[in-house]
């Protein structure tokens, strides 16, 4: 009997235990860039200014105003303070030519697109299009004018 249960016990061991098999997956590597990441020229500061203010009033910028910005701009130490300013004067003008909100509620999605390929020269990504889209439809204060001034003052505006 006890010979039985040895040989049983053996069979069973020999069976039900069997070598794992190594699985190997072929991985190839993937090359994941963002948008806006391929932009490496950054914008002089004649650049900057003659294109927002083209960007926000539809206009070339009349050469006395972009010398009197420019050299405020330049004689001011910290550029991203004079840039933020600079953006939101022409932003609040009252010629700036900003769709309504209501336009931009009418149809997200055109109004989305539009502002990234005037601001950016491209398409929004679909996460950032999505992003922008649940910000806008999850809080009433934001418009045209704030995603505007959120878009002109990134990383990515200041470049080419």
């Given at each position: 009997?006890?010979?039985?249960l040895i040989?049983?016990l053996?069979a069973?061991?020999?069976?039900?235990?069997?070598?794992?098999r190594?699985?190997l997956?072929?991985?190839?590597?993937?090359y994941?860039?963002?948008?806006?990441?391929?932009?490496?020229r950054?914008k002089?500061?004649?650049?900057?200014?003659a294109?927002a203010y083209?960007?926000i009033?539809?206009?070339t910028?009349?050469?006395?105003?972009?010398?009197e910005?420019?050299l405020?701009?330049?004689s001011?130490?910290?550029?991203?303070?004079?840039?933020d300013?600079?953006v939101?004067n022409?932003?609040?003008s009252p010629?700036a030519q900003?769709p309504?909100?209501?336009?931009m509620?009418?149809?997200l999605?055109?109004?989305?697109?539009d502002?990234?390929?005037?601001?950016?020269n491209?398409?929004p990504?679909?996460t950032?299009?999505?992003?922008?889209?649940?910000?806008i439809?999850?809080?009433s204060?934001?418009?045209?004018t704030?995603?505007?001034y959120a878009?002109?003052?990134?990383?990515e505006y200041?470049?080419?």
């Open positions: 009997m006890k010979r039985i040989i049983v053996l069973v061991g020999f069976f039900s235990c069997k070598r794992e190594a699985i997956y072929d991985v190839q590597d993937a994941v860039k963002r948008d806006g990441a391929n932009k490496t950054l002089t500061t004649t650049e900057f200014i294109i083209s960007d009033f539809g206009t910028i009349p050469q006395n105003k972009l010398d910005i420019a405020v701009y330049e001011f130490g910290d550029k991203k303070l004079m840039e300013i600079i939101k022409f932003i609040n010629s900003i309504s909100s209501t336009a509620n009418a149809d999605d055109k109004f989305i697109s502002a990234y390929k005037k601001l950016y491209r398409e990504s679909e950032e299009a999505f992003k922008v889209k649940e910000l439809k999850s809080n204060n934001i418009t045209p704030v995603v505007y878009l002109m003052t990134s990383n200041r470049y080419y």
